[in-house]
């Protein structure tokens, strides 16, 4: 029989995958992987089992995507059009490579996935999966399938006894994981419409957002964050714990319309509290101890980076090449920001670094002031030369 390794979420899309897959001949091997979202997996393995996989993996992959991937993206500055942590970009990447692992055990030839046709996921996963591997054939089942509407889908399934937990209350649609959450359909899909507040699933309306405001300090070495309030942490515990922070006090909510890279313009909105502020502090500290040549052309490169996770380019020579660099500049980004979270908000009110090239005693307007006054004469004479002549 032909075997396929799907990616498997547990959803609608998947689940009934399972069963149009085995109906064409195929033996199903289901792939959960778990990059940090909410659920339940021993129920969607069991689900799985039930709608006729021959076999299910759980693979555990939050430490790669922690150290593999979120971190390099965070050091790198990487947001898409300003307003994206990247969340769900990110993840794709690391999920190709899962399934080609598991394709590789169990001798498949096929992989396939849920994505639609009309979204970034697939080209992701599939552009990743063949960098990854070579002759590995992938079925896209929801791109072909030929149901006529979501309802048509959900018969299917009733009739095939696959459960449905999609609702006409929830109409959203949901892609989560460590580094946050993007959330699309329903009224959002009109750009001119405010999101509802129950489209919002890990942070707090900012207005019922708790009145006093907490103040939190976050420890890096070598751009990595590592402390929170003097107390050591992963990585990984510390976006858990700054995620339900930040989503206490409503920080890290966006609302954007963004260009996809099929084409169109989609509407989607993101909740990510600890990319939020990490982000923010990461930045922050940047800004004390490189120099500034340095901060600028590394400022020109994220939007760049960004745009190589977005569009689905992660195993290339050029995401390698940026690392190469970033990784040297991150060689002296160790010290310590402070931030207050308030409302939504999440503003830097300190940092402090063995590395800091700030000076205060060049900075200061008191009697302290060690700065060359007299100097300034000369340099603003040549500095000024083409002005003067023009
Ligand atoms: N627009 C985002 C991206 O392309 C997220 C896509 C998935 N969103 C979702 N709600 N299922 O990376």
């Known amino acids: 029989m032909k075997k396929i390794v799907l990616a498997y979420s547990g959803g609608l899309d998947t689940s009934v995958a399972i069963r149009w897959l085995k109906e064409r001949g195929f033996d199903v091997i289901a792939c959960l992987v778990d990059v940090g979202q909410k659920g339940d997996f021993q129920k969607a393995k069991k689900k799985a089992r039930k709608i006729g996989a021959s076999n299910v993996y759980v693979v555990d992959a939050k430490g790669e995507f922690v150290n593999d991937f979120i971190l390099p993206a965070l050091k ?105 959450i993007s959330i699309e359909c329903g009224v959002l899909e009109n750009p001119n419409t405010e999101p509802p507040e129950d489209a919002y699933q890990i942070s707090t309306d900012p207005q019922k957002a708790p009145k006093k405001p907490v103040y939190i300090t976050i420890d890096f070495e070598k751009g990595e964050p590592h402390g929170l309030n003097g107390k050591r942490f992963t990585p990984t515990e510390l976006i858990n714990k700054l995620n339900a922070m930040g989503g206490l006090h409503g920080v890290g909510r966006s609302d954007m319309v963004e260009n996809r890279l099929v084409g169109i313009k989609s509407r989607e909105i993101y909740e990510a509290p600890a990319a939020s502020i990490l982000h923010t502090a990461h930045k922050e500290l940047e800004a004390l101890v490189l120099e ?19 569009n689905g380019l992660w195993y290339g020579r050029l995401r390698e090449s940026l690392d190469k660099f970033i990784e040297n500049t991150q060689k002296v980004v160790t010290g310590s920001v402070r931030l207050k979270l308030y409302k939504g908000t999440c503003a830097v009110v300190g940092r402090r670094s063995k590395f800091s090239l700030y000076n205060e005693k060049l900075a200061t307007y008191s009697q302290e002031d060690s700065f060359d006054h007299t100097a300034a004469e000369g340099f603003i004479k040549i500095w000024g030369l083409p002005y003067k002549k023009r």
């Open 292 to 310: 500034k040549e340095v901060l600028h052309f590394k400022d020109m490169i994220s939007s760049k980076y960004a745009e190589i996770i977005y």
């Open 76 to 180: 790198a500055n990487a947001v898409y059009e300003d307003k994206y942590f990247l969340a769900t970009a990110l993840s794709r990447p690391l999920i190709a490579k899962v399934l080609v692992e598991v394709a590789r055990k169990e001798k498949a030839k096929f992989v396939g996935h849920g994505c639609t046709g009309k979204g970034n996921d697939q080209v992701r996963i599939e552009v990743s999966l063949s960098a990854l591997a070579k002759g590995l054939k992938v079925i896209a089942p929801v791109r072909v399938w030929d149901f006529a509407s979501r309802e048509a889908q959900i018969r299917y399934a009733k009739t095939h006894k696959i459960p449905v937990t999609a609702t006409k209350k929830n109409p959203y649609s949901f892609d989560e994981n460590l580094w946050g």
